[in-house]
């Protein structure tokens, strides 16, 4: 089985096989996200004290005019070390390991709001799922590898590394 992550707005680019199981992992759900995945599972979101250090960073980076705003802000609130933490709580942890049942049965697919699986809680938690399995793959749509993180120029050069994150649209996946 696999374990896929994905932004909302990609997630009709990729089209979940129908068996799958789609997952929204975030604190703050919008309407829509109720129609687009299975449910939404908040207790395997950042905690709301981690969110908001990582917003606030992020939004500072922003404003200075920074490259890569979202990566300052990982490194800077030590969002993984963090994030791990806070799975190993209870309630976490108990739908980690539901998470782990259904993977075993279906292909799972984990959706949040951050484009870049590099500086986004879904990798971590599809690390965490795969852990414990054996033959269980994990795919990020897209593909982290494929993103480029030169100093954001559109030459041709650039263009060769595969595709952005410009290159997939901005959708929903009706359900």
Same mark, same amino acid.
């Given at each position: 089985? &696999?374990?896929?992550?994905?932004?909302?707005?990609?997630?009709?680019?990729?089209?979940?096989?129908?068996?799958?199981?789609?997952?929204?992992?975030?604190?703050?759900?919008?309407?829509?996200?109720?129609?687009? &995945?299975?449910?939404?599972?908040?207790?395997? $979101?950042?905690?709301?004290?981690?969110?908001?250090?990582?917003?606030?960073?992020?939004? /500072?980076? @922003?404003?200075?005019?920074?490259?890569?705003? $979202?990566?300052? /802000?990982?490194?800077?609130?030590?969002?993984?070390?963090?994030?791990? $933490?806070?799975?190993? /709580?209870?309630?976490?942890?108990?739908?980690?390991? @539901?998470?782990?049942?259904?993977?075993?049965?279906?292909?799972?697919?984990?959706?949040?709001?951050?484009?870049?699986?590099?500086?986004?809680?879904?990798?971590?938690?599809?690390?965490?799922?795969?852990?414990?399995?054996? @033959? &269980?793959?994990?795919?990020?749509?897209?593909?982290?590898? &494929?993103?480029?993180?030169?100093?954001?120029?559109?030459?041709?050069?650039?263009?060769?590394? !595969?595709?952005?994150?410009?290159?997939?649209?901005? !959708?929903?996946?009706?359900?």
């Amino acid at each position: 089985m &696999t374990v896929h992550t994905t932004y909302f707005g990609g997630l009709s680019s990729y089209d979940p096989a129908e068996e799958a199981s789609v997952f929204g992992v975030v604190r703050y759900p919008q309407d829509f996200v109720a129609r687009i &995945t299975d449910r939404n599972i908040p207790a395997v $979101a950042p905690p709301e004290d981690l969110l908001n250090a990582y917003k606030t960073v992020e939004e /500072a980076a @922003e404003d200075n005019g920074e490259f890569n705003p $979202a990566a300052i /802000a990982w490194n800077s609130v030590d969002f993984e070390r963090r994030y791990l $933490a806070h799975l190993e /709580a209870k309630g976490p942890q108990t739908v980690l390991e @539901e998470l782990i049942d259904r993977v075993r049965e279906r292909d799972i697919w984990l959706v949040c709001w951050e484009k870049d699986a590099r500086w986004c809680h879904r990798r971590l938690l599809a690390n965490a799922i795969i852990a414990q399995l054996d @033959e &269980t793959e994990i795919v990020h749509h897209p593909d982290p590898t &494929t993103i480029p993180v030169g100093d954001g120029d559109d030459s041709d050069e650039a263009a060769e590394t !595969g595709p952005t994150l410009e290159d997939f649209a901005e !959708g929903e996946r009706a359900r």
